[in-house]
């Protein structure tokens, strides 16, 4: 994507399209959404004077939301060349945004609830050089299910049309309106939301989230709320502390876990209503969503491998969640493709994105003995700082009615569990390497396996601490330009890491085994 103000010389085949005219309903919509607050505010300053509002100052407001939003549409165009996509803005400053057609990496549709309403789509278009995207807000559905299929079509034979040929395409009204679309090829249907899978909401702990925002707005603001004032507080306590204790801890516990529970099923279905993962014309598409309905497009070229992730809570119920490993799209490079879901549809769908059955189930080999005593020491240590944190509070504060026991039960507690964690971790710990992909897992709350093309690896980075190097292990790092651009093998014997990362990629270290 670049930013083109008079130094590229391009054709000029066609003229340049609008957006959609229903856009003239949508932006003053959203302007006068945005200058909602301020001018809210604004006004009852004005009202406060003894001279009261002036008689013009709501039509100026609606006006200028109006002009706001009416400004978009008059200064906003954008056509198809024969080798770009092009994207002109501005009024007094015309700025023209190109996108060369064979280097097009996503095309991802959004609409709101505003958007549908108005049968109206925003279209994002990436090169996966930058975050920087050429956007289309608003055209229509058709047009913008047509201009997606168009230049992920294009983007794969990105060769100049023929002289006299189409270039038109049709928005479902029967007009001809811009480059010319051939049907594209059916989707395939990887998988599908099922409702059974809300079973899985409550053991995402994702939507904490909006619980603490929920806490800390209360906490901002409840003092000016007339319920929230100490006389009420004080006698609510009393009211509470009338009852046995035990009885206020349970009756708290229950409200906490429905509460929960309604949180996290309500996001749950508002961010993956009518979930569908397709693959089609060389990319992998999901939908998803009920207000704001999202379709992300990931090429599958740029797709190195997956992750499937396992929280404790969701391996407790044998659930996990899916995402991919590609380069220039996502966040990181990573775009979670399935919600949390029983674990086999993950594996399945890993299976498929892959092209290569098993390496989600594959057996590991372990990295020894030696791997296993660091995983334990480790654990152990992080309890032992725990404990010494809990003696601040008794040296510091002077708080007596702590005493010692506190550090003396985080010990007595902490350890058992610490090894419980370590030894699971250390089961997971370890890799698998093929002729085409190298698999990886790790653990520590969460437990990962991540699937990684060999060709996808670019260097290795070897590093061994002050206590590894004692113990003849090392941290292997493949590393990558797709997810976070990194894939750790934690506590390797060192020989078996060199040789890992030289059977990998052959010819890489060759001054190391020479």
Same mark, same amino acid.
């Given at each position: 994507m670049s930013d083109d103000r008079g130094r590229q010389q391009v054709e000029e085949p066609e003229e340049w399209q609008r957006l959609d005219p229903r856009n003239l309903l949508l @932006?003053?919509?959203?302007?006068?959404?945005?200058?909602?607050?301020?001018?809210?505010?604004a006004l009852v300053g004005l009202s406060a004077r003894n001279d009261g509002l002036p008689w013009w100052s709501l039509p100026v407001v609606v006006l200028g939301a109006i002009a706001f939003g009416v400004l978009p549409w008059l200064t906003t165009g954008w056509r198809i060349t024969d080798t770009q996509f092009q994207k002109r803005t501005g009024l007094l400053n015309r700025t023209t945004s190109t996108a060369p057609l064979d280097r097009v990496r996503s095309v991802d549709l959004e609409a709101s609830l505003l958007h549908r309403v108005l049968g109206l789509a925003k279209v994002q278009i990436g090169t996966g050089v930058d975050d920087d995207r050429i956007t289309l807000d608003a055209v229509s559905r058709e047009r913008a299910a047509g201009l997606r299929a168009h230049l992920l079509a294009r983007r794969?034979?990105?060769?100049? =049309?023929?002289?006299?040929?189409?270039?038109?395409?049709?928005?479902?009204?029967?007009?001809?309106?811009?480059?010319?679309?051939? *049907?594209?090829?059916?989707?395939?249907?990887? =998988?599908?939301?099922?409702?059974?899978?809300?079973?899985?909401?409550?053991?995402?702990?994702?939507?904490?989230?909006?619980?603490?925002?929920?806490?800390?707005?209360?906490?901002?603001f409840g003092e000016d709320l007339p319920f929230l004032d100490e006389e009420h507080l004080t006698?609510?306590?009393?009211?509470?502390?009338?009852?046995? #204790?035990?009885?206020? =801890?349970?009756?708290?516990?229950?409200?906490?876990?429905?509460?929960?529970? !309604?949180?996290?099923?309500?996001?749950? +279905?508002?961010?993956?209503? @009518?979930?569908?993962?397709?693959?089609?014309?060389?990319?992998?598409?999901?939908?998803?969503g009920?207000?704001?309905?999202?379709?992300?497009?990931? %090429? %599958?070229?740029?797709?190195?491998?997956? %992750? !499937?992730? %396992?929280?404790?809570?969701?391996?407790? +119920?044998?659930?996990?969640?899916?995402?991919?490993?590609?380069?220039?799209v996502g966040s990181e490079g990573v775009t979670r493709i399935l919600p949390p879901c029983p674990?086999?549809?993950?594996?399945? #769908?890993?299976?498929?994105?892959?092209? *290569?059955?098993?390496? !989600?189930?594959?057996?590991?080999?372990?990295?020894?003995?030696?791997?296993?005593?660091?995983?334990?020491?480790?654990? =152990?240590?992080?309890?032992?700082?725990?404990? !010494?944190?809990?003696v601040l509070p008794v040296v510091l504060l002077d708080v007596a009615w702590l005493g010692w026991w506190l550090p003396v039960a985080v010990v007595v507690v902490g350890l058992p569990l610490a090894a419980v964690v370590a030894e699971a971790s250390y089961r997971h710990l370890g890799h698998a390497l093929d002729p085409t992909h190298l698999t990886v897992g790790h653990a520590q709350v969460a437990r990962l396996r991540t699937v990684l093309e060999t060709d996808g690896i670019i260097g290795w980075v070897l590093t061994e601490s002050w206590f590894q190097r004692r113990l003849g292990l090392a941290d292997l790092v493949a590393t990558t330009a797709a997810g976070a651009e990194k894939v750790l093998l934690r506590d390797v014997p060192r020989d078996r890491a060199i040789a890992l990362a030289d059977t990998a990629t052959p010819g890489v270290l060759t001054a190391w085994t020479a």
């Open positions: @932006d003053p919509v959203k302007a006068l959404g945005q200058f909602l607050v301020p001018a809210v505010i794969q034979v990105a060769v100049p =049309a023929p002289a006299g040929a189409p270039h038109e395409l049709d928005d479902g009204s029967g007009e001809a309106n811009g480059p010319a679309v051939s *049907a594209p090829a059916p989707e395939t249907l990887l =998988a599908a939301v099922d409702w059974s899978w809300l079973r899985f909401a409550p053991f995402s702990l994702g939507r904490l989230v909006l619980l603490a925002g929920l806490v800390g707005l209360l906490g901002q006698d609510g306590w009393r009211w509470v502390t009338s009852f046995a #204790v035990w009885l206020v =801890a349970a009756v708290v516990l229950v409200a906490g876990l429905v509460l929960w529970v !309604l949180v996290a099923v309500t996001g749950y +279905v508002v961010q993956w209503w @009518d979930m569908r993962l397709t693959r089609g014309q060389g990319s992998l598409h999901l939908t998803a009920l207000f704001t309905t999202r379709s992300i497009s990931v %090429e %599958e070229t740029r797709v190195r491998g997956v %992750e !499937l992730r %396992e929280p404790v809570l969701l391996r407790l +119920v044998g659930g996990g969640e899916l995402s991919t490993l590609a380069t220039g674990r086999p549809v993950c594996v399945g #769908v890993g299976d498929d994105v892959l092209g *290569a059955p098993g390496r !989600l189930t594959t057996d590991l080999t372990p990295h020894g003995p030696l791997a296993r005593r660091r995983s334990h020491v480790r654990q =152990a240590l992080t309890v032992l700082d725990l404990a !010494l944190l809990s």
